[in-house]
């Protein structure tokens, strides 16, 4: 599947059943990959584009009754006993055609961090907010290269700043949700530093590198520098002795 097959697919899908639930007065918004390459330029499609081969999306779990029905209207085929078991947190579905998968998070996204997203979705129309988009790829205790990719795709033309929007990275959310996590926080230094690692020689263009590089750095300080509460130091007293990160359970793909 090339990048522009994506589009036509599984991006374009996205952007249907966006519209769909909000014709029916939810609030759903696309997170994971496609989200990333929805709120990119085109320079920065063509430079860090991969291939998308699912869907994610977070949602209310007060809607999920509404949700699964929309889901079924436009012929999404539940993994019945996953939902049946996560049903109150997280739901899986597959496309009619089982091209792919719908992986739907209900307010809070639980991978090797937990980020409450339920108060975000609002905030924008499409995805979510490009702090919370970055943190949920920087709250991974081993990346891959396409969430690298997803990274630079991401900083390569969102400004950092003190909002959300368009374009924009609200510094100060991923500061106050890094500030209040020593795990978070921790799992996020040590992403920032790898990706900063790879970006040479990935845009093909020096000055884009030294961009995405400054960027990350910005974040790095803003986070070590940014005052920490008692049970955040408490926390890192403690250390790496103690596991700091979960270890997602793989699902049916």
Request: charge should be negative.
């Amino acid at each position: 599947m090339t990048a522009e097959r994506s589009e036509s697919s599984v991006v374009g899908d996205g952007r249907r059943l966006i519209g769909e639930a909000a014709a029916r007065g939810l609030p759903v918004r696309l997170m994971g990959g496609v989200a990333f390459w929805l709120r990119g330029s085109d320079e920065a499609r063509a430079r860090f584009g991969r291939t998308y081969p699912d869907l994610d999306i977070v949602a209310h779990k007060r809607g999920s009754r509404t949700l699964r029905a929309v889901l079924e209207d436009l012929g999404y085929q539940p993994e019945r006993t996953f939902n049946a078991v996560n049903g109150d947190k997280r739901l899986l579905y597959k496309s009619a055609d089982l091209g792919y998968q719908i992986d739907v998070f209900l307010d809070v996204f639980t991978m090797c961090h937990q980020l409450n997203l339920g108060g975000r979705l609002e905030v924008e129309e499409l995805t979510l907010p490009a702090a919370e988009l970055l943190l949920t790829k920087l709250q991974i205790h081993e990346l891959n290269q396409k969430d690298v990719s997803d990274v630079c795709m991401l900083l390569s033309d969102h400004e950092l700043g003190s909002l959300d929007g368009p374009l924009q990275v609200n510094l100060g959310r991923v500061v106050e949700l890094c500030a209040a996590d020593w795990g978070l926080y921790t799992t996020v230094s040590d992403n920032l530093r790898m990706v900063e690692s790879r970006v040479d020689g990935m845009a093909s263009d020096p000055a884009l590198e030294a961009l995405i590089t400054g960027r990350l750095r910005e974040l790095r300080q803003a986070i070590e520098e940014a005052p920490k509460p008692l049970g955040w130091r408490a926390r890192a007293a403690i250390g790496r002795r103690v596991k700091w990160y979960m270890l997602p359970e793989e699902v049916v793909r």
